[in-house]
């Protein structure tokens, strides 16, 4: 079952680099609870498919690229975490950022029910010109 979970996370990276929404969406629990790292604009808890659109909304927003680049995934159960290389370019500044991200996933029945993820906020936050909360 983990193998499945695997290609399950990587039809979902698969999608996103496609900008293939609909696909998207179709390896996402209609009830997903989706966690986004505050202080980012993007951050913060959504729920189902159109927290995820919100999410996703607000990502590109604040940047006019950003592309997961998932190199390893490692599964355990209903877990699935995946370490990445996520780039963008923040749309207010101008600037690139690269940071690397781990993210977990939890799939069940061949759906995504879960997602959060934790990475360099620093990094991601003074490219897009704003300063961390302390």
């Known amino acids: ?19 293939d929404f609909e696909r998207l969406f179709s390896f996402i629990d209609e009830h ?13 808890v959504f729920h189902g498919h159109d927290g995820v659109r919100t999410y996703f909304q607000r990502a590109l927003e604040a940047n006019t690229e950003l592309v997961p680049e998932p190199y390893e995934y490692v599964a355990s159960g209903d877990k699935v975490v995946s370490l990445s290389w996520v780039r963008g370019v923040a749309r207010t500044t101008g600037r690139p950022w ?12 061949g759906k995504i ?22």
């Open 1 to 19: 079952m983990s193998q499945h979970n695997v290609d399950v996370v990587r039809g979902f990276y698969e999608a996103v680099h496609r900008r």
């Open 32 to 44: 997903v609870e989706w966690i986004g790292l505050k202080p980012l604009p993007w951050g913060g």
């Open 98 to 109: 690269k940071v690397q991200c781990c993210h977990v996933w939890t799939v069940r029945n």
């Open 113 to 134: 029910v879960a997602m959060y993820y934790i990475c360099d906020v620093a990094t991601i936050m003074d490219a897009l010109g704003q300063s961390t909360p302390r």
